[in-house]
């Protein structure tokens, strides 16, 4: 059975940090892409950062210089950090897994709330 766990959202300021984590279980982590998306209110889920098995790695424009995704295939988890937060950032971030070709699979979080205000 598939879990992705989000986990470290929250309120912060804008400039500040944020780290969010995605524990993964009943996959073999090591062959997927795993990604983190964003969902703000009325609007699109939109692709934030990815990272393929082999370690590549892009981002959204708009966080590009500002965050940072990585993987630890010997914890299964995917860290998303966040800098140089702005009220923009505020969405639910959500963890995805997927394996790229026909019959692959593609597995969703329940995401975290990240807050930017003061």
């Known amino acids: 059975q598939v879990q992705l766990v989000e986990s470290g959202g929250g309120l912060v300021q804008p400039g500040g940090s944020l780290r969010l984590s995605c524990a993964a279980s009943g996959i073999r982590f090591r062959i997927y892409t795993m990604g983190w998306y964003r969902q703000a209110p009325g609007k699109q889920r939109e692709l934030v950062a990815r990272?393929?098995?082999?370690?590549?790695?892009n981002y959204a424009d708009s966080v590009k210089g500002r965050f940072t995704i990585a993987r630890d295939n010997a914890k299964n988890t995917v860290y998303l950090q966040m800098n140089s937060l702005k009220p923009g950032d505020r969405a639910v971030y959500y963890c995805n897994a997927a394996l790229p070709g026909s019959g692959g699979g593609n597995y969703w979080g329940q995401g975290t709330q990240v807050t930017v205000s003061s």
């Open positions: 990272i393929t098995s082999g370690g590549s790695t």
